[in-house]
């Protein structure tokens, strides 16, 4: 599986927008980048996920490099509530999520 | 987005017995659901993988015969961990993804398991 690397933590100010990088420099052409997070003793979210355009939904955006090799979550209007460990994936064929130490977002009013 | 529903969401056992956990897809036919195990400021670790109607591919290091998985239904996956102790005291979670080339996987809210 293509590993993903993420910085650990990271701060943001309520209000402003959150973006989240993720490296996947080994993903290959048919693998999907997805992200996920999961709030403190709960099972992880959905966000959203991308193959190489980007993508937006309700949630947030997805910045896909044109070598795909790295990309950006965008949360557009970060609260309180989005405060979580954001999870970068790169999703095998038989669709196996393998997670990593994932990004440690706070969000402070 | 589709829900997948753990129960219970808490149990505490005594040493030697065994537990059920069972996962359900609430709104979706789920082909394929995995099982994770989290332990204190640790990520998700893949346990399993079972598809409906056949056996759980387990993944390197986990005991089958410890963890045992049945997915006898496309709504309904269990896991029972048999004669636990206490270091399988951990977060087990469940995920669900419904077939016909569906992406995304869902994941149930997760059971703390405590084995005194």
């Known amino acids: 599986d293509a590993k993903t690397t993420q910085p650990p933590s990271m701060d943001c100010a309520e209000g402003r927008a959150a973006n989240l990088p993720c490296n996947h420099s080994?993903?290959?052409?048919?693998?999907?980048v997805y992200w996920y997070r999961q709030i403190h003793s709960q099972g992880p979210q959905y966000i959203i996920h991308?193959?190489?355009n980007n993508e937006t939904n309700e949630m947030a955006s997805l910045i896909i490099t044109e070598d795909r090799k790295s990309s950006t979550l965008i949360l557009p209007h970060a609260t309180l509530r989005d405060t979580a460990v954001y999870y970068c994936?790169?999703?095998?064929?038989?669709?196996?999520?393998?997670f990593g130490a994932g990004t440690t977002v706070t969000v402070r009013a | 987005g589709a829900v997948v529903s753990q129960h219970p969401s808490r149990v505490i056992c005594k040493s030697g017995t065994s537990v059920k956990i069972e996962c359900r897809s609430l709104d979706f036919q789920a082909t394929t659901m995995f099982w994770y195990r989290q332990f204190p400021k640790q990520s998700l670790m893949l346990m399993a993988t079972?598809?409906?109607?056949?056996?759980?591919?387990?993944e390197q290091g986990v005991e089958k015969d410890k963890f045992l998985i049945n997915h006898a239904s496309l709504t309904l996956s269990t896991l029972t961990v048999t004669s636990a102790h206490p270091e399988d005291s951990s977060f087990y979670i469940c995920?669900?993804?419904?077939?016909?080339?569906?992406?995304?996987?869902?994941f149930g809210q997760g059971t703390r398991l405590t084995v005194v």
């Open positions: 079972s598809n409906e109607g056949s056996k759980a591919t387990y």
């Open positions: 080994t993903i290959s052409g048919n693998e999907y």
């Open positions: 994936i790169v999703r095998a064929n038989d669709y196996k999520l393998s």
């Open positions: 995920s669900a993804r419904e077939g016909r080339g569906a992406s995304e996987a869902f």
């Open positions: 991308g193959l190489k």
